[in-house]
């Protein structure tokens, strides 16, 4: 069973820095492309960064040049860095994988996985 567990969210002033992290358990994390989320109450869930499989990355516009998302394979982790953090960016950030579509004979599935959520709360 694939789990999914984000950590590092937290309260900062706007102008500081965060780095969330989501870690990976009960599979090869380096099969998935691994994304960040975010979401406001009564809102759709946003894409705000993603990692594939063989490092490639995009960002939502508001997180370029603010965000970096990186992976280390052998923690099984996934890392998304903000830095000059806005009050706009606060919400609840959650970690997402699926498995890339060549490595589904390895996974054995292809279905999402969503980790429980981390709340960034950025004060003016």
């Known amino acids: 069973q694939v789990q999914l567990v984000e950590s590092g969210g937290g309260l900062v002033q706007a102008g500081g820095s965060l780095r969330l992290s989501c870690a990976a358990s009960?599979?090869?994390?380096?099969?998935?492309?691994v994304g960040w989320y975010r979401q406001a109450p009564g809102k759709q869930r946003e894409p705000v960064a993603t990692?594939?499989?063989?490092?490639?990355?995009n960002y939502a516009d508001s997180a370029k040049g603010r965000f970096t998302i990186s992976r280390d394979n052998a923690k099984n982790t996934v890392y998304l860095q903000m830095n000059n953090l806005k009050p706009e960016d606060t919400d609840v950030y959650y970690c997402?994988?699926?498995?890339?579509?060549?490595?589904?004979?390895?996974?054995?599935?292809?279905?999402?996985?969503w980790g429980q959520g981390t709340q960034v709360t950025v004060s003016s």
């Open positions: 990692i594939g499989s063989d490092s490639s990355t």
């Open positions: 997402n994988a699926k498995a890339d579509a060549r490595y589904v004979v390895f996974t054995k599935t292809s279905r999402d996985y």
């Open positions: 009960g599979t090869i994390f380096r099969f998935y492309t």
